[in-house]
């Protein structure tokens, strides 16, 4: 009498977790030879799960190898979403992008940072969700070295806690944070507030010195009001190109007190160093259309035309 399947897969993921590399596919190896040699049905589907494990190790064994785990940047700005195993960063990630990423009702669902691009105050946003933070990360536990060497790149990051947890894991997670020497402007989401027992007040108390964002994904408001709060932390300045009155769509995102010049850099290179002047329009100029030297700094929503 063969084992339940349902049985044998909670056996299977069990002997799994946190097995990586050979270890893990002599385990996947092991696993397919005891089961039940049925051509279809459950046990069909058990042992096409186990074939994509070994290959999924593979590839994962490869990259880790290659890489250690840098996240390629893209977008404008990069945000970390930091915080406790199961705060609901992947599902945060996910709401706010188009990513399919796995989630789950138990700690350390993600392994590696997952990385996603999203919209944020029109401009492209890549947000990475660094897993598996622990006390002691700083000291190296749980590989926390390397994590937060990706966390380090970052240029904000953004705190996920449950609203309904108590705000000591937290606490301990910052401190691991500053004693890596990291420093980064940050937000505190409040995550799950739709739950019943959600005390976004006592997380605001301990943590009076981060804006605190409620969030849930099966809120959209939340989630807009969370992209409005990104953006401000970003405090990224937006600029509108202009080519003889047509101005273009998407603006160029560039550090606050950036100059005509970095406008300039921003389209080429070589405009920047070759440029005369600049006509400006809109919050930084005296009057439409005045006429800009390549020191001047741009505020947010300008547009500019770069005169060659
Ligand atoms: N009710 C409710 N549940 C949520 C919300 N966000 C996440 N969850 C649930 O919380 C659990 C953990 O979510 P994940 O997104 O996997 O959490 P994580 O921080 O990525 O967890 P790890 O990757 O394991 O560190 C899952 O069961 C989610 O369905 C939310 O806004 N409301
Ligand atoms: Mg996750």
């Not at 029109?122 to 190296?140: F, T, Y």
């Not at 809109?282 to 020191?295: C, D, L, M, Y």
Request: aromatic residues 4%; contains cysteine.
């Amino acid at each position: 009498m063969p084992m339940p399947h349902r049985t044998f897969v909670q056996v299977a993921k069990r002997r799994l977790v946190g097995k990586e590399g050979t270890e893990r596919v002599r385990i996947l190896r092991g696993l397919i030879e005891e089961l039940p040699d049925y051509r279809s049905g459950p046990y069909a589907d058990i042992r096409k799960w186990l074939h994509g494990e070994i290959d999924a190790t593979r590839v994962r064994a490869k990259t880790i190898h290659r890489d250690s785990i840098a996240v390629r940047r893209e977008g404008a700005a990069q945000v970390a979403l930091v915080g406790a195993p199961n705060a609901g960063k992947s599902s945060l990630l996910q709401a706010l992008s188009n990513i399919q990423i796995k989630t789950g009702d138990y700690a350390f669902t993600t392994t590696r940072p997952v990385a996603a691009v999203t919209a944020i105050g029109g401009v492209r946003v890549q947000l990475v969700e660094i897993p598996g933070l622990l006390e002691g990360a700083a000291k190296d536990r749980g590989g926390g070295r390397a994590l937060l060497g990706v966390l380090r790149n970052a240029d904000a990051m953004v705190y996920c806690h449950a609203a309904s947890a108590p705000p000591e894991i937290l606490a301990a997670l910052q401190r691991e944070v500053a004693a890596a020497g990291i420093a980064l402007p940050a937000l505190l989401a409040a995550t799950k507030v739709d739950e019943e027992d959600a005390r976004v007040d006592r997380l605001a108390v301990a943590f009076g010195d981060l804006e605190v964002v409620p969030v849930s994904v099966l809120d959209e408001e939340s989630l807009e009001r969370f992209r409005e709060a990104v953006w401000r932390l970003l405090g990224l300045v937006r600029v509108y190109l202009r080519h003889g009155g047509v101005v273009e769509e998407e603006p160029l995102a560039l550090e606050p007190g950036a100059t005509v010049e970095d406008v300039a850099d921003g389209i080429h290179h070589e405009l920047a160093a070759s440029f005369r002047a600049a006509r400006l329009w809109g919050p930084s100029a005296r009057f439409p259309g005045q006429r800009v030297g390549r020191t001047h700094v741009v505020a947010d929503l300008d547009e500019v035309e770069i005169l060659h």
